[in-house]
């Protein structure tokens, strides 16, 4: 992608067409993929939005867009869209319903297995791509009105390591930076990530960075971001810990530990010392595939800097043992004393546009808000405050995603209930789980596309609307809550999942619970209630207006503050004063052992198969980009696998040849594309193509339950099958 069409794209065919420029008024949304929350300006004509810009006053963007936004609306035209619930016959054929049809089928069915087998046996699987608003409708209807006791999100796939990290290392789960560290740090190190392609309006944001800065990639793939490095640390596979401790190891051998920072704000520095001790350069240097002197460069780069900046996302969370590698990270920053000043921070980059809010308000293995589920005192203010009885809330978390899939192995779960995720597609070991689906005595699935692959699986289909179709907020990764406007009416009978909410609540007979619930902004101040005096309190926010008026609000945003400025600074960082979140008011300084991978590659499956985003143009699981004509033109129609060139010679494969990729757990047919991009004995496919979890390895982290996508063992063959 040049930078020319991601700054420009409308000149290339992107977007805006002559409809918009007779549009009647304007408005401006959040764009609705991913979590860098773009500003996009919508040209509406009688109500409905014909064509879109990307805004040029908004503070995270700066005018700036991806092809993906500037496609956004179209997308919804699409004839794949839900348009009706369907329901399965026995003849197994779908058929469309009434909503009372399907409303009442969805309550009858639920109940009928929760009689049977106890409330238990009902779970919900959700995600990041709702607004907040819904988020929480969710989590709270299942659990506080339908007595669900399991339920979990796609964000379980995504960022429940960088959440775990944060919460045992700081006290919550806070990524402490605003956008403009980009622009103002003189050391950007990027650890698992990739932002020219997942996250490109972040990546332009480097790019205005006016100090020249060094950058530091670390990732086993030669990645655009590499590319554009002064200094790519082109790792093994999963050999991150070793090589963060290392740099941790040279930074405390070179003297450049900033101790004032150490003593004052932290907690483990010694044991962190002894521990990384082992961990010399010349040690780990063969194992990482690094040399000492770039492990020592890296690390002088780091701790010379005033200041440095380090980012993650999922070449570290989607890790066996990524937890612990995001403390790695974040150890590094606090041992720098790169915490709380412009340009610094261990910053985990959240993926989809309300993950965010998805960690916030899902109420699946946190109480709603990040209270706890287990604490009295927490459940009791919660009840308070939503004005429900203290029973109707569990006193435990819900089962992580991986458990919900075994309870369903097991026989325990019965009727699943999927919202706005596609796990038929994304689900780690995708084979195994669909089987699984059908096992189940219900399946509901709410989408604003009926034919996704987990839409085939269901007995019921719900239709939703989808971005720009309906009202709420979502929180991108620097914390900022921005708004998401209804510029289109949505197609056929889809409703907005918070209609959605409502009627099964009436349906359900739990109505009464939610008389307050009538609409987004109501339950936004719910949410502010909720968060008050909290480490995410927001009772600061003068209401929607004040969110569209300043171009989003980041949290924390107290009372207190909102008297002291209003409208809040639009770049807000955490950690200033240096404390963190522990009842210490110190942060911890974790480590632990390394472990090897669990199925590297052998004689039989020689190649290490890494899995990832593929071109700035594909989202996911593609039900959305695949709908845009001109999405469609910018990425591989055809699944591909990257091979090293002279992997590809040993194997007797020219670019372009159709070739079988197998691993223990599957074998599927993609086009080899020959590149230097990927290391030997490494081959790459992108997540976006539904066979890819096919051949996947279904392990996790054992502290955050996150899929550990990116290393199994396969073998390569010409021989299709
Ligand atoms: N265009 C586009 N943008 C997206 C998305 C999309 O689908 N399409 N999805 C959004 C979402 S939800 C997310 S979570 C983000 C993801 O954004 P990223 O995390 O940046 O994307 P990935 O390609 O999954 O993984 C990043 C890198 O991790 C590397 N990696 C693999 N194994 C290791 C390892 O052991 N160590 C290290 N250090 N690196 C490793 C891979 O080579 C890859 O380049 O993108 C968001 N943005
Ligand atoms: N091998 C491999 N697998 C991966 C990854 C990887 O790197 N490698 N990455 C993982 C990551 S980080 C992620 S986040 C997941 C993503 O995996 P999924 O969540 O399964 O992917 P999406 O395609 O985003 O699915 C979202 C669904 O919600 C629907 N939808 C969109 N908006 C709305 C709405 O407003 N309401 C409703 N009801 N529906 C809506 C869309 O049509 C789509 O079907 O994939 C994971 N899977
Ligand atoms: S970078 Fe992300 S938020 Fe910005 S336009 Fe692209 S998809 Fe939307
Ligand atoms: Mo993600």
Redesign the pocket.
């Known amino acids: 992608m040049t930078r020319e069409l991601l700054l420009h794209p409308g000149r290339h065919g992107l977007g805006m067409t002559p409809d918009a420029m007779q549009a009647d008024s304007t408005t401006t949304a959040t764009c609705g ?3 860098t929350g773009c500003g996009l300006r919508l040209h509406v004509r009688e109500g409905e939005a014909i064509g879109l810009t990307p805004e040029t006053d908004y503070p995270v963007n700066l005018g700036m867009a991806c092809p ?1 936004g500037w496609e956004a609306l179209e997308v919804l035209n699409s004839e794949n869209r839900a348009t009706h619930p369907l329901l399965r016959e026995p003849d197994g054929r779908m058929q469309q319903v009434t909503w009372d049809t399907a409303l009442t089928t969805f309550t009858k069915r639920f109940k009928e297995i929760q009689a049977k087998y106890g409330n238990e046996s009902v779970a919900f699987l959700s995600t ?1 791509q709702i607004v907040c608003e819904e988020m929480a409708f969710l989590g709270a209807l299942a659990k506080f009105g339908m007595g669900i006791l399991h339920g979990d999100g796609n964000t379980r796939q ?1 960022m429940a390591t960088a959440v775990t990290a944060y919460k045992q290392s700081l006290g919550f789960d806070s990524p402490p930076y605003t956008y403009e560290d980009f622009e103002q740090s003189d050391c950007l190190v990027f ?5 020219c ?3 490109p309006i972040m990546w332009e944001r480097v790019l205005r960075n006016q100090k020249s800065p060094e950058i530091i990639v ?4 030669r ?1 655009e971001t590499a590319m554009a490095s002064s200094q790519h640390l082109q ?1 093994r ?4 810990l070793a090589l963060l401790y290392a740099i941790t190891n040279h930074l405390i051998a070179a003297n450049l530990i900033d101790y004032d920072f150490v003593n004052a704000n932290t907690e483990g520095f010694e044991e962190l010392a002894a521990h990384v001790s082992e961990f010399t350069p010349e040690v780990v240097s063969d194992r990482c595939g690094i040399s000492v002197l770039d492990i020592r460069r890296a690390a002088e780069s780091i701790g010379r800097a005033d200041a440095a900046s380090l980012w993650w ?4 969370n ?2 066996y043992e990524g937890t612990r590698v995001a403390q790695a990270i974040i150890n590094i920053a606090l041992i720098t004393g790169n915490f709380g000043r412009p340009g610094t921070g261990a910053n985990s ?4 546009c309300n ?1 965010m809010g998805s960690r916030l308000w899902s109420n699946t293995t946190n109480l709603l808000g990040h209270y706890r589920f287990e604490s009295d005192q927490d459940r009791d203010r919660v009840a308070n405050n939503l004005g429900i009885d203290v029973d109707r809330i569990p006193n435990q978390g819900s089962w992580a995603y991986d458990e919900i899939v075994e309870g369903i192995r097991q026989g325990k779960i019965k009727g699943l209930w999927v919202i706005a995720t596609n796990p038929a597609h994304s689900w780690i070991h995708r084979g195994d789980f669909r089987e699984l689906l059908d096992q189940l005595e219900f399946l509901v699935v709410q989408d604003m596309y009926d034919q996704t692959e987990t839409a085939k699986h269901a007995d019921l289909v719900l239709p939703a609307a989808g971005w720009g179709e309906k009202v709420g907020t979502f929180i991108n990764s620097e914390r900022r809550y921005g708004l998401v406007k209804k510029v289109r009416k949505a197609p056929g009978e889809a409703l907005a999942d918070f209609q959605i909410f409502r009627a099964i609540a009436a349906y359900w007979g739990v109505g009464d619970l939610f008389s307050e619930w009538t609409e987004p902004e109501a339950v936004f101040r719910i949410l502010q209630r909720l968060s008050e005096h909290r480490p995410n309190d927001i009772t600061g926010i003068d209401g929607y207006a004040q969110l569209d008026a300043c171009g989003g609000i980041q949290w924390p945003y107290t009372k207190a503050e909102a008297e002291e400025q209003s409208p809040p600074r639009q770049q807000r960082r955490l950690f200033s004063d240096g404390i963190f979140f522990h009842e210490s008011g110190k942060a911890k300084l974790i480590v632990d052992q390394v472990f090897p991978m669990p199925e590297p590659p052998d004689e039989n499956y020689p190649f290490l198969l ?4 593929g ?6 699981t593609q039900t959305r980009t695949e709908n845009s004509k001109v999405l469609r033109k910018l990425y591989p129609q055809q699944p591909y696998v990257e091979i090293h060139p002279r992997d590809a010679q040993s194997i007797g494969v020219v670019n372009g040849d159709v070739v079988n990729v197998r691993s223990r757990r599957g074998s599927i047919n993609v086009t080899s594309m020959v590149t230097p991009t990927v290391q030997r004995g490494q081959v ?1 496919i992108p ?2 193509y539904r066979i890819v979890n096919e051949l996947t390895l279904a392990h996790f982290d054992p502290h955050s339950h996150q899929p550990s996508y ?2 199994c063992a396969v073998q390569i063959s010409r021989e299709t099958s």
């Open positions: 993929y991913c979590a993906k990041g995504c650890i698992g990530a990739n932002p392609i997942g996250h670390v990732d086993p793939r990645t790792l596979p999963k050999s991150d996302t999922m070449g570290v989607q890790s980059i959240t993926g989809q993950a890494l899995t990832g985003r071109t700035v143009s594909q989202w996911h790459f997540m976006h990116k290393d």
